[in-house]
């Protein structure tokens, strides 16, 4: 049950209550031989009653008015005095109540009515059911604010385990991003530098190998590009989350076309009819398609379809059976990595082998509607 429901239902017990209350006056005058005082005591037992629940009443109009009604009344007018002194010992003011009790049984010993607290049928309630109301009153309220300050607690520890755990987050990609830099950050700046000085030897070498030179050079520039972003992203705690330099297949497709495979481009659709965050995974599941086959084909003829249009993003990369690499041993995360993004977005990703040995890669990713593009959900 929740806290709301919890509320709602403690109200309805309390109008319960204090309904009960209110019938139980009227019944205690009624089978007094005092009837004429029937009407009174009603009437003033549901005005009682209504101040009981009327919430910005409770204190202190709602109190002095049952105190003040059962000092004039007597015991018909008890049990809401009882409730009256229980809420107000629950909200931590029992000496209050033990106040309102004493004067509440002191000013009615000027009564001489049928109805008295002092008559020989209610002399131990008198007592009893006032002290009991206080008492019980205090243990309910002291338990309840004791349990509110242990939720309390356990919402501080919450909340100071989740900052230590972003602080370790931060700490760690900290860690991540130097180790980058240490191990990545160097021998990127040496190939660039070494292949920018053979790049400007490039009149004195074959045309073949000068233009491997020329994509080698550009290839280490925009690596080291993508590793200064990725070690600010890493290392800003206030925007975990990068945003890469958006580049076409058609670059793509052209570098590997240059480095030496047989890649063939079948592109339907406009790339900006498609989501920002379509066209980086269509860019990275080609990249990841075109690496494998480099590794695993060597030399195989690539297929390469991309529909930009909606209302769906298709991506599909087939390559025919080649020659295995040996000197190169896949990981199999970047599969494991393109199927998360394409998850992430709602589509599938599916790869595997085509028959006949050939490979395929194929994703479905659907466009987002206009009220999912306004941050609501359909």
Partial sequence: MSRTEGRRWASYGRVALVTLCVLAAAFNTAVLDSRAFLAPVTATAVVCGAALLVPRWRWPVAPLLVTAATA???????????LALFSLAVDGRARIAACCAVAAVSLNLLSYRATSLWTAQSYASTLLLPSLAVVIGMWLGGRRRLV????????HLR?????????????ERSRIAAEMHDVLAHRLSLIALHSGVLVTRSA???????????LLRATSVEALAD????????RETDAPVLTPVIREVDELVEDARAAGQHVELISTGRPGEAPTTHRLAVYRLVQEALTNARKHAAGAQVTVRVGYGPPVTLVEVTNTPGTPRTDTAGSGYGLIGLRERVTALGGTLSAGPAGAGAWRLAARIPHPTETEQNGTRT
């Fill in 159 to 171: 909340v100071e385990a989740r900052l230590r755990e972003e602080a370790a987050r931060s700490a």
């Fill in 204 to 214: 004195s070498l074959p045309s073949p190998v000068a233009e491997r030179l020329g």
């Fill in 148 to 155: 509110e300050a242990m939720a309390a607690d356990v919402e």
């Fill in 72 to 82: 004039w009344w007597g015991w018909p007018l008890l049990p809401l005095l009882v």
């Fill in 227 to 234: 590793l200064r972003d990725v070690l600010g992203a890493l």
